[in-house]
């Protein structure tokens, strides 16, 4: 039952980490489009 539950965070941490990553190379992306423009 523990273990399921750590996993569950664990999965939750890793989630956050992508959507965090997902937003800056999104940031990224538009500001480098903006310079081409």
């Known amino acids: ?3 399921g539950l750590l996993n569950l965070r664990e ?3 890793t989630f956050n ?3 965090k990553l997902w937003l ?3 940031l990224i ?3 480098f ?3 081409v423009n």
């Open 1 to 3: 039952m523990m273990y």
């Open 11 to 13: 999965s939750q941490k």
């Open 17 to 19: 980490n992508l959507t």
């Open 24 to 26: 800056t190379s999104g």
């Open 29 to 31: 992306l538009e500001k």
């Open 33 to 35: 489009c903006k310079l």
